[in-house]
Nanobody
Framework: QVQLVESGGGLVQAGGSLRLSCAAS????????MGWHRQAPGKQRELVAR???????NYVDSVKGRFTISRDNAKNMVYLQMNSLKPEDTAVYYC????????????WGQGTQVTVSS
């Protein structure tokens, strides 16, 4: 049974930092693409950052230079370091996994709330 469990969300003032963590089990972690998505109220879910099994990373333009995704294959963990947070970063953040040859993320965590106050 695949499980992705996020942690690390919370309330932070604008300009602050948070580090999200995602613990994965039940999958061959190192062979999967890991992504962080977010969904704000009234908005579509968007892919914020991804870390491929080959070691490359990609970010949505709005977080480039502020967020960093990393993974520890030995611990089956993926992280999202978020710096210089803005109120528009407020959302529920989800960890997700997919096979490299899949178009869609097949496995999802339950989400963790990030709220940035101005």
């Amino acid at each position: 049974q695949v499980q992705l469990v996020e942690s690390g969300g919370g309330l932070v003032q604008a300009g602050g930092s948070l580090r999200l963590s995602c613990a994965a089990s039940g999958i061959i972690f190192s062979g999967n693409v890991m992504g962080w998505h977010r969904q704000a109220p009234g908005k579509q879910r968007e892919l914020v950052a991804r870390y491929t099994s080959a070691g490359s990373t990609n970010y949505v333009d709005s977080v480039k230079g502020r967020f960093t995704i990393s993974r520890d294959n030995a611990k089956n963990m993926v992280y999202l370091q978020m710096n210089s947070l803005k109120p528009e970063d407020t959302a529920v953040y989800y960890c997700a996994a997919r096979r490299p040859d899949s178009r869609y993320y097949e496995y999802w965590g339950q989400g963790t709330q990030v709220t940035v106050s101005s």
